[in-house]
C-alpha cells in the first residue's frame, strides 16, 4: 500500500512540475496589493519548505508582515477528517486514525492514505488553503 502511494504522489508531483504557470492579471495583483497588513494571507505567498513531523504535524517556515522568518507548525489532526475516504476540513477533525501516511507536495497539497467504510483504502489529497490560513506569519487551522 505504501509503494503505490509514493507511486501516486512522484507521478502527481512529475504532473504539476510539468503545468504551465497560471499569471495575475494586473487587475488581481493590484487588488491583492492594496490588502491591510493584518489580513489573511495565501499560505504559498508566505510559507515555504512544507514537511511533515512527528506523523501528523504540518510544518513551514513562514515570513511575518515586517519580514522576519519563523518556524509554524499545525496539527492535522486538529483539520481535518477522513469523510468516507476523502480528506475534509473539519476542526477537531482527527483524520489520523484512519488515514496514513501522510505526504506534502510542492503544490500545496497533503496526501494520505485513507479508509472508506467499506475497509478498502484511497489515497485522498486536500489543498492547504482548504483548511489552514496564515497571519503575520502565524500557521493555523481555519476555523
Not at 512540475?17 to 496589493?33: E, K, L, R
Not at 510559507?47 to 518556524?71: F, H, N, V
Request: contains cysteine; glycine residues 10%.
Amino acid at each position: 500500500m505504501l509503494t503505490s502511494f509514493a507511486t501516486i504522489i512522484v507521478a502527481f508531483s512529475a504532473a504539476l512540475a510539468s503545468a504551465s504557470p497560471i499569471t495575475a492579471s494586473a487587475g488581481a495583483a493590484t487588488a491583492q496589493s492594496s490588502n491591510s497588513s493584518n489580513q489573511k494571507r495565501a499560505i504559498e505567498d508566505y510559507c515555504k519548505g512544507w514537511d511533515i513531523e512527528y506523523g501528523s504535524m504540518l510544518t513551514a517556515t513562514c515570513t511575518a508582515d515586517d519580514g522576519l522568518q519563523r518556524p509554524e507548525s499545525i496539527d492535522l489532526n486538529q483539520c481535518l477528517a477522513n469523510d468516507g475516504g476523502s480528506l475534509v476540513h473539519r476542526p477537531g477533525g482527527g483524520f489520523a486514525g484512519s488515514c496514513g501516511p501522510i505526504a506534502v507536495t510542492s503544490g500545496y497539497m497533503v496526501y494520505a492514505d485513507c479508509t472508506r467504510p467499506d475497509g478498502s483504502s484511497v489515497v485522498a489529497s486536500i489543498e492547504y488553503e482548504s483548511f489552514a490560513t496564515v497571519n503575520n506569519g502565524r500557521l493555523s487551522c481555519r476555523g
